[in-house]
C-alpha cells in the first residue's frame, strides 16, 4: 500500500478549491431560491389579477343594481338565474348561436387551409418558398385595422355583407398567417423517415399528408386550433364592419361581441347590469371551458416541437 504525502501547499490549495466550489454551490443554490421566489409570487399576482374580475363577473350576475353599485366582491343575498334567463330573451341565444355557426365553418377551413399550406412550404423546396412563407409571416405583422376600408368594398362588391359565408371567408384570410408560422416550424420537426418510407411504398402527396403527417402532427393542429378559436370567438372588429344590415329589410346576424354592446344599448336609461353581467358571463364560460379541457394538450403542442 503506498501513502501519497502531500505538500502543505498542495493541501492547503485544495482545501482552499473545495470551499470555493462548495461556496460556487451554495450561491447557485441562494440565487436559484430567490429566482424561484420571486418567479411564484410574480405568478401568484397574475393569477390574482386574472381570477377577481372572473369572480367578479360571476357573482355580478346574480346580484341586482344596487348591489353591483356597493361591495364589488360581496356575496349575492339571493342566488337566482333569472338575469341569465332575461340576458337569452333579449336576443344573447340568438347571438350565441350566429357565432357558433360562423366558428363551426371558419376554424376547420383555418386548420384545413393553413395545415396544407404549412406543409408544402416546410417539406417541399421550390423556388420562390422563402418569399411565400415571408408573404404569410408579413400577414401576420400586418394590422387588420389598416384593410378596413378596401375590406369593406371588396366583401361589398361580392355582395357578401352580413352573410355567413362573407364572414367565415375573412376570418380564414386573417387566420391564415398566424396557422401558417406555427404550423410551418412543427411540420419541420417531424421525422423525414417516416415521409421516405411512405414515398418508398407508392403513397401519393395527398395520402401522405392525410394519413400520415396530419396525424403526427396532432399536437400542433389542437394548439393552433384553440388559439384560433379563442382568436375568432373574441373578435370583434370585423363582424362589426362586415356584419351589419344594409337595409332596414336585411335580418341582424350579430355575434356575441356585438351582441353585448347591442344590448348594451337597448337597456337606455333604465339599466339592468346583472343582465350585462350574465351576458358576459355566457359569452365567457364556453371558451373557459375550451381553455381548460385542452390546456395539457395546448401545452404538449407548444413544446413538442422543441423537444424532437
Known amino acids: 500500500m503506498t501513502t501519497v504525502i502531500k505538500a502543505p501547499g498542495e493541501a492547503a490549495s485544495e482545501r482552499a478549491g473545495g470551499s470555493g466550489r462548495t461556496g460556487e454551490r451554495e450561491s447557485r443554490r441562494s440565487d436559484g431560491t430567490v429566482l424561484n421566489v420571486f418567479s411564484h409570487g410574480f405568478l401568484a399576482l397574475w393569477a390574482v389579477l386574472i381570477v377577481l374580475p372572473l369572480l367578479w363577473l360571476v357573482l355580478g350576475a346574480f346580484k341586482t343594481d344596487a348591489q353591483i353599485g356597493g361591495s364589488a366582491l360581496s356575496w349575492p343575498t339571493n342566488w337566482h338565474f333569472d338575469a341569465f334567463g332575461r340576458a337569452w330573451d333579449k336576443g344573447i341565444g340568438d347571438y350565441f348561436a350566429n357565432t357558433f355557426i360562423v366558428l363551426v365553418f371558419s376554424v376547420p377551413l383555418t386548420m384545413l387551409f393553413g395545415s396544407m399550406a404549412a406543409y408544402v412550404l416546410a417539406r417541399y423546396p421550390f423556388r420562390g418558398n422563402r418569399l411565400v412563407y415571408y408573404f404569410f409571416v408579413g400577414g401576420a405583422m400586418f394590422p387588420v385595422f389598416l384593410a378596413l376600408v378596401p375590406l369593406f368594398f371588396m366583401v361589398k362588391r361580392f355582395d357578401m355583407l352580413n352573410t355567413y359565408h362573407g364572414l367565415v371567408l375573412v376570418y380564414v384570410a386573417y387566420s391564415m398567417p398566424f396557422t401558417v408560422f406555427f404550423m410551418h416550424s412543427f411540420f419541420r420537426t ?74 348594451q344599448q337597448q337597456q337606455g336609461y333604465a339599466t339592468d347590469l346583472p343582465v350585462l353581467f350574465a351576458g358576459v358571463a355566457i359569452a ?20 413538442s416541437a422543441t423537444l424532437k
Open 284 to 303: 365567457m364560460v364556453p371558451m373557459l371551458v375550451v381553455y381548460l379541457s385542452f390546456q395539457r394538450q395546448i401545452q404538449a403542442g407548444l413544446t
Open 190 to 263: 417531424l421525422p423525414t423517415a417516416v415521409h421516405e418510407a411512405a414515398v418508398i411504398d407508392g403513397a401519393s402527396h395527398t395520402r401522405i399528408f392525410f394519413q400520415v403527417m396530419l396525424p403526427m402532427a396532432k399536437p400542433g393542429l389542437i394548439s393552433v386550433g384553440i388559439f384560433n378559436t379563442l382568436g375568432q370567438w373574441n373578435q370583434y372588429i370585423l363582424p362589426a364592419v362586415l356584419m351589419q344590415p344594409a337595409t332596414s329589410s336585411d335580418p341582424e346576424r350579430y355575434l356575441l361581441t356585438q351582441g353585448l354592446i347591442q344590448l
